[in-house]
């Protein structure tokens, strides 16, 4: 709430104000903006102030927090691998840890997370470490919803994530059952995803210990294609219209 209240400071004084149905400028009071105008238009513009970079993050995520704009992750990106980046680790992975805690919808961060952290090879292994795979082990000894529901947020669009750097932490939230069904949509997208990674036998295993409903869709089909050892819908054209008729 600090981080959104300086945000909405912030732009009032570059001379937009947020109104019932979206924002408004005072340059053009009649012309109503949408989100992801305002974040396209000054999101960007964060990194141009006068502040140090932790402050400048800080600012960014307040944004975030307002518009609520997929696009705000964008320009924190660009910052991070900037001339001046990178971006202080510790304020940008607590700002993405703290929105996925958050119970609030995370849409715009964890789609960052997966089109953006996660489908780039160089930066995934940092990016899902420091969202979950460090800390794994504490989320599944407290159990605080909070965690559990970051842990569900980051297993559930992780597909994209190397097999190799994703593996242990889904071998360890296999021991906690409030995270078997997220488990099983990040084994589900591993394969789907375009640049899902999984190694078909090791994820058969992890799938044969889920505690999950009989009628679970998708379950049989998953199955299946591992159990045939395909690695992905793309790279198998054709294994999963066969398993859906195989399971029907």
């Given at each position: 709430?600090?981080?959104?209240?300086?945000?909405?400071?912030?732009?009032?004084?570059?001379?937009?104000?947020?109104?019932?149905?979206?924002?408004?400028?005072?340059?053009?009071?009649?012309?109503?903006?949408?989100?992801?105008?305002?974040?396209?238009?000054?999101?960007g513009d964060v990194?141009?102030?006068?502040?140090?970079?932790?402050?400048?993050?800080?600012?960014?995520?307040?944004?975030?927090?307002?518009?609520?704009?997929?696009?705000?992750?964008?320009?924190?990106?660009?910052?991070?691998?900037?001339?001046?980046?990178?971006?202080?680790?510790?304020?940008?992975?607590?700002?993405?840890?703290?929105?996925?805690?958050?119970?609030?919808?995370?849409?715009?961060?964890?789609?960052?997370?997966w089109v953006d952290?996660?489908?780039?090879?160089?930066?995934?292994?940092?990016?899902?470490?420091?969202?979950?795979?460090?800390?794994?082990?504490?989320?599944?000894?407290?159990?605080?919803e909070a965690l559990?529901?970051?842990?569900?947020?980051?297993?559930?669009?992780?597909?994209?994530?190397?097999?190799?750097?994703?593996?242990?932490?889904?071998?360890?939230?296999?021991?906690?059952?409030?995270?078997?069904?997220?488990?099983?949509?990040?084994?589900?997208?591993?394969?789907?995803?375009?640049?899902?990674?999984?190694?078909?036998?090791?994820?058969?295993?992890?799938?044969?210990?889920?505690?999950?409903?009989?009628?679970?869709?998708?379950?049989?089909?998953?199955?299946?294609?591992?159990?045939?050892?395909?690695?992905?819908?793309?790279?198998?054209?054709?294994?999963?219209?066969?398993?859906?008729?195989?399971?029907?």
């Open positions: 709430m600090q981080a959104e209240e300086a945000a909405r400071r912030w732009l009032a004084d570059q001379g937009l104000r947020q109104v019932c149905d979206g924002w408004v400028s005072d340059e053009k009071p009649d012309a109503l903006l949408t989100a992801n105008q305002v974040a396209h238009s000054w999101a990194f141009a102030e006068d502040l140090d970079a932790a402050d400048q993050v800080r600012l960014a995520f307040g944004l975030l927090d307002l518009p609520d704009d997929y696009w705000v992750t964008c320009e924190l990106r660009f910052a991070n691998e900037s001339a001046e980046g990178p971006l202080p680790a510790d304020v940008l992975w607590g700002g993405y840890r703290q929105r996925l805690e958050a119970d609030r919808d995370a849409e715009a961060v964890t789609y960052s997370l952290w996660f489908e780039d090879h160089s930066t995934s292994a940092t990016a899902f470490a420091e969202v979950l795979g460090n800390d794994i082990d504490r989320v599944v000894a407290e159990r605080s559990l529901r970051r842990a569900r947020r980051v297993l559930e669009c992780s597909g994209p994530v190397p097999w190799t750097v994703k593996d242990l932490t889904y071998r360890t939230a296999m021991r906690l059952p409030a995270l078997h069904s997220a488990v099983f949509c990040g084994l589900l997208a591993s394969f789907h995803d375009v640049y899902g990674d999984l190694e078909p036998a090791a994820a058969l295993a992890l799938l044969d210990q889920l505690d999950l409903p009989a009628n679970t869709q998708h379950l049989a089909e998953l199955g299946h294609v591992l159990a045939s050892g395909h690695k992905n819908h793309y790279r198998s054209p054709g294994a999963w219209d066969d398993a859906v008729r195989s399971c029907s």
